[in-house]
Structure formats: structure tokens, C-alpha cells
């Protein structure tokens, strides 16, 4: 086992970001903890709601994070990785599954190349949003 150090917490498997809402967060929506079998670690986003909250690219010792979250309007989302150096890049990407705007936790997790020339298309469930892991 690797320890890490210079993190502010251990032992979260994924982070949720939630909105300060008077919302009931019950067991299957993903504000509630119980409805994850591992631990998770929670922040609290406070103020406005923006209709879309559209993806914003981050490199950190070369692996770039990008996520994005919708309201309960769904929505479909292009994004272009022409941001990306030259080579072949390996993504995994964390999107909602086809019954995510019934069962909060319904997810995909996949694993694919890509390069500069690819676009990748994304479906955001009600509710929904995905996460992208890009590296080398």
C-alpha cells in the first residue's frame, strides 16, 4: 500500500459536490451518504445554482480532470480535447447510465483512447454530470 502525503484527507474513494439546498438528500440520491457502499467525502457548494455547470479542464503532473454537472433539465455535451499534446492519451470516463434520472447512483465507467482530434459526446442525465480522468 502506497502512503500518500501533503493531502488534506485519506480514505474517500470519491469526492460528491452538493448544492446547499433545503432538497431532502434520502438513501440513492447522491447527497446521501448511505448511498454508496464506500466512504465518501462530501463539500457543500453555497449560494446560486447555475443552469449548467459546464466542464472545466485542470492538469495536475500531467493527468488533466475535467467535470461537469447539469440542473434536472438533461442535456447532451461535446467536448473537444484539442487541448491535448500530440500522442495517444488514455481516458476514463465516469457518466451516468441509462437509469441515472431514477437511481441516482446508475453509472458507466469507461475506459478509451483518445487523441487531440477526438470529441468526446456526453449525455447528462436530469440531475446528472461525469467526471474525465486524461493521461498519459
Excluded at 9 to 14: A, F, H, L, P, V
Excluded at 50 to 62: R, T, V
Amino acid at each position: 500500500m502506497k502512503i500518500e502525503t501533503g493531502h488534506p484527507y485519506y480514505g474517500q474513494y470519491i469526492g460528491v459536490l452538493v448544492f446547499s439546498t433545503s432538497t431532502p438528500r434520502i438513501p440513492g440520491d447522491a447527497g446521501h451518504a448511505a448511498s454508496f457502499s464506500y466512504p465518501i467525502r462530501y463539500e457543500v457548494i453555497k449560494g446560486g445554482f447555475a443552469e449548467l455547470l459546464d466542464y472545466n479542464d485542470a492538469i495536475k503532473d500531467g493527468v488533466y480532470y475535467i467535470g461537469g454537472l447539469t440542473n434536472w433539465d438533461e442535456r447532451d455535451i461535446d467536448i473537444p480535447l484539442d487541448f491535448l499534446s500530440e500522442g495517444t492519451w488514455k481516458a476514463r470516463i465516469y457518466k451516468d447510465g441509462v437509469n441515472a434520472d431514477v437511481t441516482a447512483t446508475d453509472h458507466v465507467i469507461e475506459n478509451i483512447n483518445v487523441d487531440s482530434s477526438t470529441s468526446l459526446e456526453l449525455h447528462m442525465a436530469p440531475g446528472g454530470g461525469f467526471a474525465i480522468i486524461i493521461e498519459k
